[in-house]
């Protein structure tokens, strides 16, 4: 055979093995999603024998083994959709690589659930609905199950769609049809329904205004200053300090509570004083790392880095210890009530259903928590690491503000009302300099109002998207929730 001919057949066999190289990167792509569901499948599975082999043949053991895969769906919701929130901004920012972000929240998140998640919940989602309404124990399961069934599969549809959603919203809603339906209207606290709806616009507009207020506070501070290095030096700590207050407020009120009784005076008091610490610690630090720096805006991003990955291990710490209950808050009620037969406000959690809640969190956020981190951090608006900064700190500090002044809040609306606040705060800034370049230009050079208008820094349409998904949560959750219970009552009472 000919050179020539050789060399053809070479070229021929090249294509098609590309041809199948890219048939077989396809193939894997898109089976990636099934990999997920029948590993998520799994995990539910292996929670319900868990639960099957605790409870044992105990009468109403099956309720609990239901419920403890109900409780496991939801867990890997939580982490799938909720954890997106801390995360989203390192990443989104460059902090963090998408494996790196993913592995300290896995972490993070299950140490506060284990340590901090608290061993008493409130399991009818802070008084929404009194347990003496729901009648006998197997109403109250009934309930219970409808209400984690649905806040699951509303929260597993909000990831699909791409929109952070509020679990601890969805838990409410849930367990507020299942009343309804279980007891009628009368059987809801509407006060405390309108303290949650208020939440629906407080959480969101005061995690922006705080987020950008921080932002102008670190343009003033530190980017437009003529030495940048030398602002850095002088606020970088105190704005690590301020975070390390914040946290260490929080962290008293939800972990210290095991072993002795705090009060917020007492919390802010360890919070001032973990703040000072760290901010003093933290002037070395800085000091060093600046050294050699250019005086430019890309070298104040190395010194925001750190700070930055360190806030949103914390937040996701924060997360897991305050969020774990919307998971097994319901699935402890149900082992509660097989127990004793009975209905109660608060019911301590058992070790292995905290350990289902953690785990879940952990499997979700590893298995489908990119997408929504993606998002979160690069859709929305452009980060960086100061802008991202300004996020977590926002987050930080307006869950310790709404906790002292006792407004009803929601983390997962802070924080994304946080990244929207700075991204707006940036359109705003970004508009009101072009006018004041356009205004000092010549007439024939200005650019026309009309096509300035048209740069928006923050992305209308998921802005759009998640305001709905918020709106709609409780009242969605509610109804699938209350056809839940219309259909296990049938089975169940």
Known sequence: MSERGTSYEWQTLDRDLGRLSRMEAASMYAARPLVGVGLSLLFMALAALAAGLIVGATPGGLFVVVAAAFGAYMALNIGANDVANNMG???????LSMAGAIAIAAICESAGALLAGGDVVDTISKGIVAPASLG?????????????????????LATVIGAPVSTTHAVVGGVMGAGIAAA??????????????ASWVISPVLGG???AAMLAFVKWKVIYVPDKIEAARRWVPVLIG????????????KGLKRVFAIDMQTALLI?????????????????????GLENRNRSL?????????????????????????????????IVYAQQTGGAAAEVAIPIWVMVIGAVGISVGLILFGPRLIDMVGNQITKLNPMRAYCVALSAAVTVIAASWLGLPVSSTHIAVGGVFGV????????ARRARQINEARPPARRIATEERRRRKLVRRSHFLTIIAAWLITVPAAALLSALCFLGLSFVLI
Not at 186 to 192: F, G, H, I, L, Q
Not at 423 to 430: K, L, P, V, Y
């Open 89 to 95: 901004p390192a990443v989104g920012a460059r902090a």
């Open 136 to 156: 006998d124990g197997r109403i109250f399961v009934a309930a219970m199950l409808a209400a984690l069934l649905a806040a699951a599969l509303w929260v597993n």
């Open 184 to 197: 009628g209207l009368t059987a809801v606290s509407w006060s405390t329904m309108g303290a949650i709806a």
């Open 209 to 211: 205004i705080i987020a």
């Open 242 to 253: 301020l975070m390390a207050g914040a946290f260490s407020a929080y962290l008293a009120l």
């Open 271 to 291: 919070g001032g004083a973990a703040g000072v610490v760290f901010g003093a610690v933290s002037v070395p630090l800085v000091r060093r790392q600046a050294r």
């Open 301 to 333: 991003k190395v010194l925001f880095r750190v700070p930055l990955i360190l806030s949103a291990a914390l937040l996701s710490f924060a997360h897991g210890a305050n969020d774990v209950a919307n998971a097994v808050g319901p699935l402890a009620a």
């Open 423 to 430: 991204g707006f705060f940036r359109e705003w800034h970004a």
